[in-house]
């Protein structure tokens, strides 16, 4: 970020924090079809997901969250003190009575894969029942069908108004307004700072794939489409993704990939272990000593970038996922 950025930002952060007002209780919000309804703030929460788990941190909020679940990298460093104190129910899928044993009055998903009309975890009505409201992260349902099965298919582009919309709702919940907008702010700012220098560095109208997983190396991989979150940090950053499927993570031959040629192959590095490709080191080898994707250009001049997995997950990452993405395209190449 650039210092009149940085300025810029401040300046829009005591801006947005001298318009904060304190919520007005009983408080409805609507969230993914759903209307919740609020007679004060929540003072216990369970997280399903890293976002809404990061993003409750970020607004001061670790103290009303009781477990934790669905991690894809480790949570970030200033929040590591906080995340000690508090229960993880499970890396990945936590199960339905491990989440009510916390007694939460709200709880809080990142995917309607995990809490939804067909939720893995469980559904909205099983957790009303209870007596737990459930909010899910409006990324996921707006502009998005979750009923086609695996990651859903998107209906329209991502757009990160949506994480935004997050932060406001979030904070008005839990009558932390101001620092919702102080927020909020900050993470545009850091958007607009790294959108210039993409454009400083000529990045407009180069090519780009980017590969999350794949279930096993000999199939085709999980890449990112056009209208998903990761598509989403191309097109600001200017660059064009090769693949054109409109889907969220659909997978896409090597040989396709190859025959496109793109600038930059950008990968995915979490600390989950579903399958063998979650490691990007893993994914490093394969890109350098397969017979198909070792001809790629981007392979042979190290113009592979890489992200953690949740900077292109709807949460308060998605900036620094585009930053990293710039970064790395400065550098040319890996930035480790």
Known sequence: MTLRSLFGAVAICGLAAGMAQATDYPLSIENCGQTLVFDSAPERVVTIGQSTTEMLYALGLGEQVQGTSVWFNDVLPEFAEVNA????????HPGFESVMAKEPQLVTTQFE????PQGAVGTREQFNELGAQVYAMPADCVG????????GARTSEF??????RAVRELAQ????EERGAVLEAELRGRVDAAVAKAGELGAEGKT?????SSPDLALDPFVAGQNGIAGYVLKTIGLRNVVESDEEWPSVGWETI?????????IARMDRRRFAADDYEVKLDYLKTDPVTSRMAAVRDGRIIIVDAHQIHAGIRIPSGIETVVAGIEAG???E
Do not use: C, T
């Open 258 to 266: 190859a025959s496109a040629d793109p600038d930059y192959i950008i």
């Open 173 to 176: 919940i839990f009558d932390v």
């Open 113 to 116: 894969f995990h809490v939804g």
């Open 159 to 164: 757009s990160i108004e949506s994480m935004y």
């Open 85 to 92: 104190r508090i229960e993880r129910l499970a890396d990945n």
């Open 208 to 212: 780009a794939v980017v590969w999350f």
């Open 144 to 151: 998005k069908d979750n009923l086609v099965g695996g990651d």
């Open 333 to 335: 190449g890996a930035q």
